[in-house]
T-cell receptor, first 110, second 113 residues
Framework: GQQVMQIPQYQHVQEGEDFTTYCNSS?????IQWYKQRPGGHPVFLIQ?????EVKKQKRLTFQFGEAKKNSSLHITATQTTDVGTYFC??????????FGAGTQVVVTP | DGGITQSPKYLFRKEGQNVTLSCEQN?????MYWYRQDPGQGLRLIYY???????QKGDIAEGYSVSREKKESFPLTVTSAQKNPTAFYLC????????????FGEGSWLTVV
């Protein structure tokens, strides 16, 4: 099925810094979703992007869908300790199943 | 409360025993899923069901079985044929099956000793 690759696998951030995590595919995606999983918790839906070049913001989080709809990014500004967790992107494959990337595990240092 | 309820949250079993994980949802969702997550890794799809009395294998179905006799229930059995069953199991549901937002339960930790 569809594979989405996430980089980096780990992100160690100083509190207050910005960082970006990326999600890449070799094929055109119909849409992309982002989820966050806190340590010991379950994934929670953050946002869905559908249109080419789409940009959506949620407070300090900015999500972008590439023009070619083959990649997406999540940018977090002024990182806080509450941002700790693993961020997953997910895309619908040709069989209609949602395929998850391996995730970016974010650790925040106060 | 509306949502997805998984039980038990923690389960220990001896090697060679079958174990069934429960998943119930009251969201009136048609589609339900089971994912497996290993430490530090992503989510791998075990089985999914888009409608009652129908289900399909995901990417890692070997050693697992499911049933979907009721819309709200999608239990997963981890059989003795599953070679490495210790993992975190997540049940999820969505309104429809294709590209819709997935809502997850809180998960079940299975440890086989």
């Amino acid at each position: 099925g569809q594979q989405v690759m996430q980089i980096p696998q780990y992100q160690h951030v100083q509190e207050g810094e910005d960082f970006t995590t990326y999600c890449n595919s070799s094929t055109t995606l119909s849409n992309i979703q982002w989820y966050k999983q806190r340590p010991g918790g379950h994934p929670v839906f953050l946002i869905q992007l559908v249109k080419s070049g789409e940009v959506k913001k949620q407070k300090r989080l900015t999500f972008q869908f590439g023009e070619a709809k083959k990649n997406s990014s999540l940018h977090i500004t002024a990182t806080q300790t509450t941002d700790v967790g693993t961020y997953f992107c997910a895309a619908t494959d040709s069989w209609g199943k949602l395929q998850f990337g391996a995730g970016t595990q974010v650790v925040v240092t106060p | 409360d509306g949502g997805i309820t998984q039980s038990p949250k923690y389960l220990f079993r001896k090697e060679g025993q079958n174990v069934t994980l429960s998943c119930e949802q009251n969201l009136n969702h048609d589609a339900m899923y089971w994912y497996r997550q290993d430490p530090g890794q992503g989510l791998r799809l075990i089985y999914y069901s888009q409608i009652v009395n129908d289900f399909q294998k995901g990417d890692i179905a070997e050693g697992y079985s499911v049933s979907r006799e009721k819309k709200e229930s999608f239990p997963l059995t981890v059989t003795s044929a599953q070679k490495n069953p210790t993992a975190f199991y997540l049940c999820a549901s969505s309104i429809g099956g294709s590209g819709n937002t997935i809502y997850f339960g809180e998960g079940s930790w299975l440890t086989v000793v």
